[in-house]
């Protein structure tokens, strides 16, 4: 079990820019989640997976954020024409959906829009 | 949606102390979480307790699901214990885990 990992740790862009960002989860976890945190406030969800499926968008994932998961393994998360309010720390978590579903997170990536 | 609130939002310690942190939701759950995330940014699962009591070591958590609450307890606490607490519960009516996190509780214990 190597965790869940995310890459990569820190990003700093300019306004304007695209940027992706990678999730490997724990193996053999099916489902996949990412989150947005910002500074002082809990994590609020974007999105999920159950294998390479996407089932739920939250409010919050605008038209610039597109999410996969193509072959039901990693997920990339990309942000298109970033703006200074997409800085924030973006998490991954992933889950066993079976009985307990308790939610392992990475250590996120740090996007900062200049 | 479901309102997550917990108390109190900041909390200083001697290394040693004991402290209980609080977690209130607003609907019925059948899941609820506590993470513990350090000074690092690193999320850690500490407890799924959608009811009852679980301990680990020195920590321990209480859910009260009839009276939509929960409480973790710190005892014997350690420099290593700072950080934020978040309790987190699943958005009514959906699907998977789409949990929804409180502000979470900033713990600072001093040595």
């Known amino acids: 079990d190597t965790g869940v990992s995310q890459d990569p740790r820190h990003k700093i862009t300019k306004r304007g820019q695209n940027v992706t960002f990678r999730c490997d989860p724990i193996s053999e976890h099916n489902r996949l989640y990412w989150y947005r945190q910002t500074l002082g406030q809990g994590p609020e969800f974007l999105t999920y997976f159950q294998n390479e499926a996407q089932l739920e968008k939250s409010r919050l994932l605008s038209d610039r954020f597109s999410a996969e998961r193509p072959k039901g393994s990693f997920s990339t998360l990309e942000i298109q024409r970033t703006e200074q309010g997409d800085s924030a720390m973006y998490l991954c978590?992933?889950?066993?959906?079976?009985?307990?579903?308790?939610?392992?997170f990475g250590s996120g990536t740090q996007l900062s829009v200049l | 949606g479901i309102q997550v609130e917990q108390s109190p939002p900041d909390l200083i310690l001697q290394e040693g102390a004991n402290s209980t942190l609080r977690c209130n939701f607003s609907d019925s759950v059948n899941n609820l979480q506590w993470f513990h995330q350090n000074p690092w940014g690193q999320l850690i699962n500490l407890f799924y307790i959608p009811s009852g009591t679980k301990q680990n070591g020195r920590l321990s958590a209480t859910t009260v699901a009839t009276e939509r609450y929960s409480l973790l307890y710190i005892s014997s606490s350690q420099t290593t214990d700072s950080g934020v607490y978040f309790c987190?519960?699943?958005?009514?009516?959906?699907?998977?885990?789409?949990?929804?996190f409180g502000e979470g509780t900033q713990l600072t214990v001093n040595p």
């Open positions: 987190a519960v699943p958005e009514r009516e959906t699907s998977g885990s789409r949990l929804t």
């Open positions: 978590a992933s889950s066993l959906a079976r009985g307990v579903e308790k939610l392992f």
